[in-house]
């Protein structure tokens, strides 16, 4: 059986580590081991932040959404309730940009969604 020789291929794997590294300080740029554990925490982290991410965009939507409906004297809560009950199904990012790009429109869905909590309020009254 032929001799194996792999340096050439080894090297070619700690280039690419170490052209990841770059930018890191001190030892984490240089060598090999220290390279190879900030770029796959590195590789962790990015994972992570992209699950974060979706997280903050609904948390700004939200905010967004409050503080128009603030404005048309509704909570979040109702006018979210008011919505699925007059069947409107918009997502919370559409409700956001209609709230920041035409809110003549964002306040006749808060007036549909005041009408539809106050029908069920009656309803309930009722029974």
């Known amino acids: 059986m032929p001799r194996v020789k792999r340096g050439v ?3 070619a794997r700690h280039k690419k ?3 990841l590294a770059e930018g890191f300080y001190g ?3 240089n060598l090999w081991t220290k390279a190879k554990q900030q770029v796959e925490k ?3 982290q990015a994972y992570k ?3 974060y991410k979706k997280r903050d965009y609904r948390t700004l939507w939200i905010a967004r959404i409050n503080a128009a409906c603030r404005e048309n004297g509704i909570s979040y809560s109702r006018f979210i309730d008011g919505l699925k009950k007059s069947d409107i199904m918009l997502d919370r990012k559409q409700l956001s940009e209609l709230a920041i790009a035409d809110p ?3 306040t006749k869905l808060a007036k549909i969604a005041l009408e539809a909590v106050a029908a069920a309020k009656d309803k309930a009254a009722a029974k």
């Open 27 to 29: 030892r984490k740029k």
């Open 42 to 44: 590195g590789w962790v």
């Open 49 to 51: 932040g992209r699950k």
């Open 17 to 19: 580590i170490l052209k």
């Open 9 to 11: 291929t080894s090297k």
């Open 104 to 106: 003549a429109a964002f």
